[in-house]
Structure formats: C-alpha cells, structure tokens
C-alpha cells in the first residue's frame, strides 16, 4: 500500500514551458487535491476532483489546469510555465468530504526560471 | 470566509518538556473538522490529530493532544515529552464547507538537545 505518490519529485522548467505532474493513489479514494506550498503562506488548493470525470477550481486556479481521467490519478498540467509559478506541489486524497483525513504525497519542487 | 490563523512563527522547547502551538480559527459553518498536520524536513506532511467540532471531549494521540475551544474558536497543540523526532513544520488546518482545507502559515516547531 504506497498511498498517494507524486511524480516527478524535482523538475526545472524555463519559462513558457508545459509540464503534467502526475498524483496516484491506491486507497480508493473519491476525493483528489492538488496545492501548493509557498514560504510563509501554508498550502493553497489549486484544484480538485470528487470524482472520476469531475475536476473544480480551488483558491488558485489561475495557470493550471487538472484531468481525473481514471479513480486512481490526478493529473496537474502548466501549459506555459511562469515564475511565478515556481513551488512546492502537494497532492492529496481523502475518502470523502475536506471534513474527513486528507494524506499527502511526498510533494514536487518545481523551479521555474 | 474560513480563515486559520498561526500567531507563532517559531516555537523551540527542550527535550522531554512541553511545549503548545497556538491556533486560531474562523468559520460560519457548524459541521467542521480542525486538523493538526506536521511537515517534517523531509516535506511530507503527516496527520497529527483530528477534531471533530460536534465533540466536546478534546482529541488525544500518545503525546499530542489538543485543548479545543469552541466559543472561542481556538484549537491549539500539545506535545508533551518533546523528542528530537518533533522537529518540523506544524500546521493548523480547517475543514468546513466547500471541497477544501483551510491551512494556518505554520509554526516551526524545534527541539533542542
């Protein structure tokens, strides 16, 4: 039972570049999360899922997008990279509402120059 | 709006002390979660100790249990025996409403030899 595993860990991209970050879990998991970690500021929800199919936006949309093509993965795609946009991504999952345990992946550090 | 608020960037205790982490809390919801949630160097953030908000009993793990009040909307951590292993991020987390969890900035948490 691995839980929820991120990939890639480390990644740098220039600055217009495309990248998906891939999130899995193996708990059977209904809800899937992705945020991001910046100094100072704890962890903001980017986007989420409550579903196969389903994907909504969170307090940070803006630059991302996310598919949640299959139960198991949650995909979060830059489609032109920005500085901004350098960070720490968590993804994470729960059985059911925010109010149950979310667990978290391992995160990814991404550096955008 | 639901906002958490962590007033103690930093904390240090000795070993085998006390120590307790503050956190503040806002929301208008009456079915909420809280959460404490560490975040040791290593990045991966790890589940601490859950409160449900309909429960007056405060919730109790091994040395961590949290003193939970609900009028004033304050939900701090207590370490007791502080290890060397309690060195790490904590964050106070809220879960209430929408799909999402309400992190606080965090408090860095150090143990001292």
């Known amino acids: 039972n691995a839980g929820v595993t991120q990939t890639p860990k480390f990644r740098v991209l220039k600055t217009g570049q495309s990248m998906t970050l891939l999130c899995a879990q193996d708990?059977?998991?209904?809800?899937m999360y992705w945020y991001r970690q910046d100094p100072g500021m704890g962890l903001r929800l980017i986007h989420y899922s409550v579903g196969e199919g389903t994907t909504a936006k969170g307090e940070v949309p803006d630059g991302y997008n996310v598919s949640r093509l299959k139960k198991q993965n949650f995909l979060l795609g830059l489609e032109s990279a920005a500085p901004s946009q350098t960070s720490v991504y968590f993804c994470?999952?729960?059985?059911?509402?925010?109010?149950?345990?979310?667990?978290f992946g391992p995160g990814t550090r991404l550096t955008v120059l | 709006a639901q906002t958490v608020t962590q007033s103690q960037p930093e904390m240090s205790v000795q070993e085998a002390e006390t120590v307790t982490l503050s956190c503040t809390y806002d929301?208008?919801?009456?079915?909420?979660?809280l959460f404490w949630y560490k975040q040791p160097p290593s990045r991966q953030m790890i589940l601490v100790i859950r409160?449900?908000?309909?429960?007056?009993q405060n919730a109790t793990e091994n040395r961590f249990s949290v003193n939970f009040q609900k009028a004033a909307k304050s939900f701090s951590l207590k370490i007791s025996d502080s290890q060397l292993g309690d060195t790490a991020m904590y964050f106070c987390?809220?879960?209430?409403?929408?799909?999402?969890?309400?992190f606080g900035t965090g408090t860095r948490l150090t143990v001292i030899p």
């Open positions: 994470a999952s729960s059985y059911m509402w925010s109010t149950d345990t979310q667990y």
């Open positions: 987390a809220l879960g209430a409403g929408a799909n999402n969890l309400f």
């Open positions: 929301t208008s919801e009456n079915n909420y979660y």
């Open positions: 708990m059977n998991h209904e809800y």
């Open positions: 409160q449900e908000a309909y429960k007056q």
